[in-house]
DNA sequence: CTAATAGTGTCTTTCAGACATTATTAT
DNA sequence: ATAATAATGTCTGAAAGACACTATTAG
């Protein structure tokens, strides 16, 4: 299985000679997730890309992962190189999927594996943020990680407590866990139905608070809390 | 927590210097799936080891990717090389989860990449297969990747026709469709109940065909197929 | 008051879970 | 007939979907 090892002798493409490594490139590209409380909007974070290929273009942030480093630390690594964002500032981390074309990179044969973080809105702001819904066009393959992997996170809210917790924050309003859901599924659910779903989240708390009002009027929202 | 999981972010040793690439290696290695409609087990494809480390013990069948090799093309090259399946009987592959725990291979870190593979059980006839639900002791970390997997593949039955249509073959009967799904997720579903799911699945048919009776008598049961 | 926003009650449909009952076969 | 195996009917409860209605605020 691994490089010291002899494969069976056959020509195969791709095949791995002991001793003579020779691996793709493995970069781990970040889905840096940024809820804008105020706005409701769940914003994507890209960097400018600054060198050859793409100069110039947006990007996802990433970073080729280092000898023995781990998955999440590359992906903070890339959050706080590529967009600024302090490490602290990152809430959580996850795995979505592997891109395994081997042109999807001009330089060569390159794996990107697509994570998730979640970020501390109040110490991650920055230049870049697209809505994820209305992501401009990106380098490399990147319009195709983030349509495929925006489904996997809109099957990850409400399942997974330790994203929703991150993408949310600590307390958050019934309008916006509305806001998040829709820009996450692209369908915006019914207030009763969301309630009921957030009731059976585990370690979710609906509150007796009401946030403040709104400028325009209106019955404030009721909060809801993390307990734990 | 699963490492497939999300997880929060907590302290982090180790940086990477830019410029200077030193990644780990990238090892795939495949839960390679195999269903015997006989006894109707789902039997996994595990190789013994032929060299240090673990020299001697069972391990998920595996290989190093190569450069620009596409994953698929290395489980395919792993199923044939650990298990002596040849590459026609792969029916399918497709990615489960990533494994990055740098002290998980003793040789150096290695990054792992679990794949899962279907395969023809008329063409992969073999030495070594145990069934999914008493795999033995495996080197590396693989009896954890084997855990984690487990729990993915079930969620995957029924939900996936790629994998399920693998798995099954193109035609089965309900009482095969009862043990794989057991095998799977750990669960014996009553035959109304998954009757009712099969009818849901897409492509999948129920025909008013009856398979052979069994040598113990009983009414026959029906035959499923795959349309398309 | 009205407009704006949010919460609640409830009906419907879908789906999973759990049987009891009926059907078909070998011996 | 009896045992073995499988299919079917049906009841229950959980959950999602859809909507009407009520509640609370700013102006």
Chains 1, 2 share one sequence.
């Not at 809105?121 to 349509?147: N, Q, T």
């Amino acid at each position: 299985m691994l490089s010291v090892e002899a494969e069976p002798v056959g020509a195969r493409p791709g095949q791995v000679e002991p001793g003579h490594i020779e691996s793709s490139l493995v970069s781990v590209d970040v889905l840096a997730l940024r809820f804008d409380a105020g706005s409701g909007a769940v914003l994507l974070g890209v960097s400018r890309r600054e060198l050859e290929p793409f100069l110039g273009r947006d990007a996802l942030p990433g970073v080729l992962l280092g000898r023995g480093e781990r998955l999440r630390e590359a992906a903070v690594r890339a959050v706080a190189g590529k967009l600024g964002v302090p490490e602290g500032a990152v809430r959580a981390t996850g795995q979505l999927a592997t891109f395994d074309e081997p042109s999807r990179d001009p330089r060569g044969p390159t794996l990107s594996i697509a994570l998730w973080a979640t970020l501390d809105p109040a110490r991650s702001d920055g230049p870049r943020w697209a809505p994820l819904s209305a992501v401009p066009p990106l380098a490399f393959d990147h319009d195709r990680i983030v349509a495929d992997c925006r489904a996997l996170l809109g099957e990850r809210l409400w399942r997974d407590p330790v994203f929703t917790a991150g993408l949310l924050g600590p307390e958050f309003t019934t309008a916006q866990a509305l806001d998040a859901t829709e820009a996450l599924t692209g369908d915006r659910p019914y207030p009763a139905n969301l309630g009921r779903l957030m009731d059976r989240v585990p370690g979710l708390r609906r509150t007796e608070q009401h946030a403040a009002a709104r400028a325009k009027g209106g019955r404030p929202p009721l909060v809801w809390r993390w307990e734990g």
